[in-house]
């Protein structure tokens, strides 16, 4: 198994991109053509006139001629390449709910391994505000809210999100690079870049199936020769209301501010507005995502993405860490046969 070292050096990766490198962030979607719908059109159909549950249906029950050629190629560009990728114009207006359930999954199964994304094993979640507030619940978490979300990433390789209806006001989404910001960081503030790559405990929101209610691992990682990324700051401030975790130190609370100041910089983070029938699919190593505050409006459907988390087949070797995590232990397993 390849070793997890102190990253002391920058890294020249296609993943290390900024803002500006992107001028018209509209040009970064694939604009899905007739025979791409159509072939989500005839999956569908498929799908819902056989009597076997979705999450049974695998890319083979599923087939994508025309698009499926294209999300095989994606998996270069989320692993190996810029680390994200977007698509637009799935007819959502005019399928139903479970229809977009069926074309959401069948993507996912044209591009990786769905994952559980909580205790209970879910495959697929459905990111909308349930009207609770984060701290009024130890397993609520913050996709079941309106409220900001700060940069994080999500589990397993990498996250797909399929947009059903959009928000009244507000929910517009943000990316950025990992990795450059670490580079960024580094070149900065170098005993930063070092307490980065040191432990964390974060609030696991109740949903390891081990029951553990913390867990720590670094928020960088130089494995295998690449940096490997896993950062929830709301979780690592919220593992402080329990007695027996560690309190961050000074250092560690700076490191964490820089980070968040970083990722927000708008010459390196990406702004943009999902719209009903967009997908944005990005690398859980390489990239951190965010999400502003929003309001659903009153008389109308309300904000709602649907989520998946994918391990990819061309997926990187993964830190020793990662093994039992919340979020990356089915990946590692899978990887590892454990």
Known sequence: MAATSLLTHS???????????????????????????ADLDRAVERALATPRALESLTAADLPLP?????????????????????????????????ESRVACWAIGQHLGIPE???????????????????????????????RHIN?????????????????????????????TVFNTLLAQRPDLARVLQEAFHADTRGQRRDGARVQSMPIYHF????????YKSNLIHAAQRFADVPRLSEAQREALEMLDRLCADPDLCLQFTLRPGDVEIGNNYV????????????????????????????GRPLPPTFRGSREFGATWARRHGD
């Open 11 to 37: 890294i020249d990766d296609p993943a290390a991109w900024r803002a500006t490198d992107f001028p018209d962030v509209d040009a970064l979607f694939h604009v899905l053509t007739a025979a791409e719908i």
């Open 66 to 98: 025309t698009l499926g050629v294209h999300l095989v190629a994606m998996r270069d560009e989320l692993e190996g390449g810029r680390g994200f990728a977007m698509l637009r114009g799935l007819p959502v207006e005019r399928w139903s709910e479970a």
């Open 116 to 146: 559980p994304q909580d205790g209970k094993g879910s495959l697929m979640h459905d990111v909308r505000d349930t009207g609770e507030r984060f701290e009024s619940s130890e397993t609520l978490r913050e996709y079941q809210t309106n």
């Open 151 to 179: 940069f994080h990433n999500d589990g397993a390789d990498a996250f797909v999100l399929m947009v059903l209806a959009g928000a009244r006001e507000g929910g517009e989404s943000l990316l950025v690079s990992a990795v």
């Open 223 to 230: 494995h295998g020769g690449r940096l490997t990324a896993n």
């Open 287 to 314: 990239t951190f995502h965010a999400r502003r505050g929003y309001q659903d409006p009153p008389d109308a459907p309300r904000r709602h993405l649907l989520r998946l988390w994918l391990t990819l087949p061309n």
